[in-house]
């Protein structure tokens, strides 16, 4: 029905969304790795300053950042690709809560779980994105 | 291009193409008008 129409390219439209994506999500990241760097360096995480709380949870200020790109993204998209976006964020979700509870348990049974926050983080991730690879491919 | 004229992504028009998604009312009423058909025309319920 559309072979005049058809295009292999990404639509105007497309672009148009990821262009203003990345122009919301790059100062976000970059802002992280900025304020990563400054608390690597400045910060004395390993010290004993009531400071360094403040500095360990600085670099969340720009991660916001990053959420509210994805959020004004997920408002920009069409309705099939909100579906399959937020199928993903469910999917990830769904495992980053799996992968607490799991951590939790090892954690009561004695493991050490200082790193519990980041393998939640990268099973979150990592959900979120085989999640959204497969509603895509249905 | 016809993702452009529809305002969705070439992905979208992939999916309605190949019967993977059904589109929201406003999205179908588009592409009623852009074909100059009804929507029962171009879309069929397939109960």
Redesign the interface.
């Given at each position: 029905?559309?072979s005049d129409?058809?295009?292999s390219?990404?639509?105007?439209?497309?672009r148009a969304?990821t262009r203003a994506y990345l122009r919301d999500f790059l100062p976000g990241i970059g802002g992280y790795l900025v304020v990563l760097a400054l608390v690597v360096r400045f910060g004395n995480l390993d010290g004993s300053s009531p400071w360094r709380f403040l500095w360990a949870v600085l670099p969340v200020i720009p991660a916001l950042w990053c959420l509210r790109a994805v959020a004004r993204h997920i408002g920009r998209?069409?309705?099939?690709?909100q579906?399959l976006l937020l199928k993903g964020i469910g999917v990830g979700f769904g495992v980053a809560m799996i992968t607490a509870v799991t951590v939790g348990f090892l954690g009561i049974a004695g493991m050490d779980t200082r790193l519990a926050g980041w393998i939640i983080f990268a099973a979150g991730m990592l959900g979120w994105v085989v999640g959204a690879a497969v509603s895509?491919k249905? | 291009?016809?993702?452009?004229?529809l305002?969705?992504?070439?992905?979208?028009?992939n999916?309605?193409?190949t019967g993977?998604?059904d589109?929201?009312l406003p999205?179908a009423f588009r592409i009623s008008r852009l074909?100059e058909r009804r929507i029962e025309e171009i879309f069929d319920p397939g109960e």
């Open positions: 029905m559309t129409l058809d295009s390219g990404n639509s105007r439209g497309d969304r998209i069409d309705d099939y690709q579906r895509a249905r | 291009m016809l993702a452009d004229q305002d969705v992504s070439r992905q979208t028009v999916a309605l193409e993977r998604y589109p929201s999205l074909f």
